[in-house]
């Protein structure tokens, strides 16, 4: 099992960015993914979250209306669309599959995390 994301870097507050998670060995159809975050001296938070089902997400308060997670089970891949990205925004963003089918917010659910992307919003 292996988790690679891509897709950080640095952008100006209100800027995008989308994050890919390219998933191999396993399935997407049968776990649920989510994408945390960590900035430093702060505990890691789930951001966003999908389950197997259709429409089944979880998404943190403080990006609701911005974040928008989504899945191409062709390429096996999860993508976190980040829109008005802001300062509290800026940590590393990690990948992570869950031990089940449906989208879960609790990091000790999750068996296997990707190496993690950098992302800053900053002027």
């Known amino acids: 099992v292996q988790l690679v994301e891509s897709g950080g870097g640095l952008v100006q507050p209100g800027g995008s960015l989308r994050l890919s998670c390219a998933a191999s060995?396993?399935?997407?159809?049968?776990?649920?993914i989510g994408w945390f975050r960590q900035a430093p001296g702060k505990e890691r938070e789930a951001v966003a979250c999908i389950g197997t089902g259709n429409g089944e997400t979880y998404y943190a308060d403080s990006v609701k209306g911005r974040f928008t997670i989504s899945r191409d089970r062709a390429k096996n891949t999860v993508y976190l669309q980040m829109n008005s990205l802001t300062p509290a925004d800026t940590a590393v963003y990690y990948c992570?599959?869950?031990?089940?089918?449906?989208?879960?917010?609790?990091?000790?659910?999750?068996?296997?995390w990707g190496q993690g992307t950098q992302v800053t919003a900053s002027s």
């Open positions: 060995g396993f399935n997407l159809d049968f776990y649920g």
């Open positions: 992570a599959k869950s031990i089940y089918r449906s989208s879960t917010s609790y990091p000790g659910n999750y068996d296997y």
